[in-house]
């Protein structure tokens, strides 16, 4: 596809994958071992990983938006996602437009999704307990779930082919087409919002109503027009993780049921860190991966699912606060 | 009073409208009654909707064809969702309301979870979506049948074919960790060992999984010249497949009842080419079948936007089939019954389906005859690469 | 508060049941679900035993989130803790059922023990999401340790029986419901009179002032989430008993979620809450089922719209009830119950 030639793109996959400098890295950690039993498979272990580890830590900055501004755990996240990969596949097989502007549709919607959410149900809670807010994300989670349903049927579809199907071959390791696809888009939209973050009024404000409430808004600044931006930035970052999902493993309702495997990642580096999310879905992308070839033949299977939640429960024990999350604990 | 008193008086109208159908007495009515828990809403709901209209279509052309000694069927049906508490609720609840004689189920997980009850308490004739071999015990299981081979049967009419065309060739089998995924497996390692085929790996996956990475690594280690799927649909076959392909490895992929969809050779597209399936039911493009010929037609006429049945819909009709069989039997020899139903299924010899299936004879409460058929890449349809093979 | 009701000890402050007429409303309920067996077929005492059997499950949770804060998102895996423990004990050790139940109980108090430990450090959203990772931790237990729970599988058990009276059918198997569920109920009313209940309430109001005040925190939380699981381990016994099967398929975490609706649609901090709660959760559903049913016959295709509908009414009810009505189902009654007590002269 045209729009995916850009120099842009190339001089990020030299940027994040660094092919030539991981390909000495292989060489020399395991050139010695490639001929003995299982190490052969490492480096493909590690670099698949990473790549789905980029594509979590895209889902978990979701979650981080949220929390960051309104200290709220939208449990809904996976359905955003479903719901952000059938309007982009209906974009773009009813209208029969570009992917790029199938994309912009989609997140245009999700923003809109958002913000109406956040108005309509989220902002008359503000105050309530925690268990309450938690619960009405669980129950949006149940509307929207019907709701996509109701209007795109239960079928399992498959996304239209929007990128090109060849792996990357690194010598030591092959990186299927969609997780890599999914990985440099994960990575492009992650760069554009921590630079949004950092650099423009809006991600100052964002960053102000979060270290301070009271303070942020004395400062003149709308905390609830930041709620909404959360919200629909969540949104986006869930729609994007939707398509991104939906690209590699065909769309259907249950595609949303991740969302709450990514919690780990976000527990794992912080629940309100940016970086912490990063580090959190590429640490649990390669913990995943470990586990579901080292662990699944001594244990039947299936170690994939639960290992993410094994290490939430250890991290939660020693470091509740992440990685590099904020540290207030309050002992009792 | 205000208007959240209302609000709480809610449920409790909801429990007497709910209880008021039930306490009235059913009026005596002149029709035989079929029930139906369908998986409408939920994971399986993709085929749940196409067996449903399968089977109601089977049952509404033998109504207009005069029905059974006269009397209609009537059709019940309730969704089960595919979970196992809804749907053993509303197996309960058209028990106790309709009282059929005939039920049919929705998953595997139902059908064990009510085996027990059906066997000594409700007496019905029982069949369901699902092809588990378990249920297919005519001992312990008198009541129910599988409209077809049960999936180990499948697997022992791949394994044959790939023991035929290779002979000691290294053969690995990737599963769903779900009951349908894992119910022939035990079983199917047997059938290896009987036929010298060399079982270098047993892979599990969800069903739906994204990164299916490490699956793939350990069938790439033990480089296998077949792979069985088993208990998916669609995902994660379409990605086991790519990336095998990727990582150059010249495997032949197979797939059971489920995995012999023409959903999935789209999705599959180029990467199809040498897949193969095994189905005991004809497909909706063979037009030349009399029986298919008949659906088509029934469909146009009553579903105006339908233009496709997928094999989910020709196993509910099959199964329809079979129920009306068996009723017109049974109303031949008198009262129709959960016992009589079971012997008019047990005479079962031969039964002409009108060339959607391989004449139906019963064996031990199933009819293992299934063809193995063979993916056409370019027309996206499954193409016959066998007659049908019976399994005694 | 009631014309005439003066109460002169705390005795009678503190009674459960302080007038005649709740007395006698009791009775009749009473009477009521004794002879309900006798009038109600098959389907009425279905929904009945899944009822009771979510009362039981209900109750235990709103002692731990709702009268001690500690929120739980993994309730349903205590109940399948205490499912498959009923299962276990009856099957291979051959434990008649009216040992195993309590047996069973005591099982998932012990798990919940070793779950309740974060709770000492976290709290909060933390512990919300320590309990979903032990509920998905708990699940893959279930499917993968193979030798005990016969994995994916599952359990098939036998009825409960006294000498020759087998408790096979709904009917029968509702008078055991019965008898656990108001054990159940009773037991946890009076236990929020006692100085646990009192510990646990201040523990939910404020932690730091209820350690302040004395009450050790690290013991009575846990007895919190023992008292809990004991419940949901009781409810899983019972329902497994019921069901006669048992398969990791039955505790999902949609049934965690499932429970917290009840209680909060029910009312947190409120046995009587739970009751509601449980009762509302069961039938908004079945009530469904019947207008889906009744609107099938007059627009066939309209199937695949309706049924759906459920997830989407489902969750508004959980979003309404937490924006309009935080206190839940026992404060409307409460009101309702003012209502017609002041009647006609409500001011």
Known sequence: MNWAEPVVVYGLLTMFVKVDFFRAVCRGLFAASIQEGTMDIIPQIIVSGLAVGGVYGL?????????????ILNLATGQFMTLGAFVCLSVLSYAAVPFPVALVVTLGFAALLGIIIERIILRPLIGEPIISVIMVTIGL??????????????????????????PLDLHYAIVPSGLLWGFLFAMVCMVIFALTFQYTRTGLAMRATASNQQAALSMGISVKSVFALSWSLAAITAAVGGIIIGNISGISIHLGDIGLKVLSVIILGGLDSIVGAIVGGFIIGLLENFAGVYLDTLLGGGTKDVVPFVVLVIIIMIRPYGMFGKQIIERV | MKRSAWLFVLPFVALGLTMAPATIPAIASETIKIGAVQPITGRFAFAGVNINAGLKDALMMANEAGGIDGKKIEYIMEDGQYKLDVATAAFKRIMSRDNPVIMYGESTGLGKAMAPEIASRYKILYSSTSFSSELANAAENPYIFVPGPTYADMFEILLNFIAKEKPGAKVAFFYSDTEFGKDPIP????????????????????????????????????????????????????????????????????????????????????LAEGYMGVNPYNYWWMEEIPMIKKIREYTKKNYKDVDYRPNSYMQGFVTGLIFVECLKRAAKEGPINGDSLVKALKSIKDMDTGGLTAPLTWHDNKFPVAKVWKANVEKKIFEPASDWIRIE | MRCGDFKESYFEDEKIFQTFFVKFWLGVLCVFLVVLPLVGNDYVLYIANLIGIAIIGAVGLNLLTGCTGQISLGHAAFVGVGGYATAVLMTRYGVPFWFALPLAGGVAALVGLIIGIPSLRVKGLYLCIATLAAQFILEWIFVHWESVTQGIRGINVPPPQIGDLVFRTEKTFYYITLVVAVLGVGFARNILRTKWGRAFFAIRDRDLAAEMMGINLFRYKLVAFALSSFYAGIAGGLWVAFMKVVTPEHFPFGLSIEYLAMIIVGGLGSILGSIFGAIFMVMVPELLNVVTGATREIYPGLDQLFIPMKDVIFGSLIVLFLIFEPHGLAEMWHRLKSFFTLWPFSY
């Open chain 1, 141 to 166: 989670a149940s509307i929207l779930k019907g709701l996509t349903q109701i209007i795109w049927s239960p079928d399992y579809r498959s996304f239209p082919q929007i990128f090109p199907p060849e």
């Open chain 1, 59 to 71: 889902i978990a900055l979701g979650f981080v938006l949220i929390y960051k501004a309104t200290s």
């Open chain 2, 187 to 270: 079983a199917s390692r047997e059938v290896c060992k009987k036929l010298k085929l060399d079982l270098v790996a047993e892979s599990v996956a969800k069903v739906g999984d994204v990164d299916v990475t490490s699956q793939v690594l350990d069938l790439k280690r033990k480089n296998p010249d077949y792979v069985i799927f088993q208990g998916f649909v669609l995902s994660p076959v379409a990605a086991v497949i790519k990336q095998c392909r990727d990582f150059g490895m010249k495997t032949k992929f197979m797939g059971t009842f489920w995995g012999s969809t023409k959903m999935l050779l789209d999705q599959l597209g180029p």
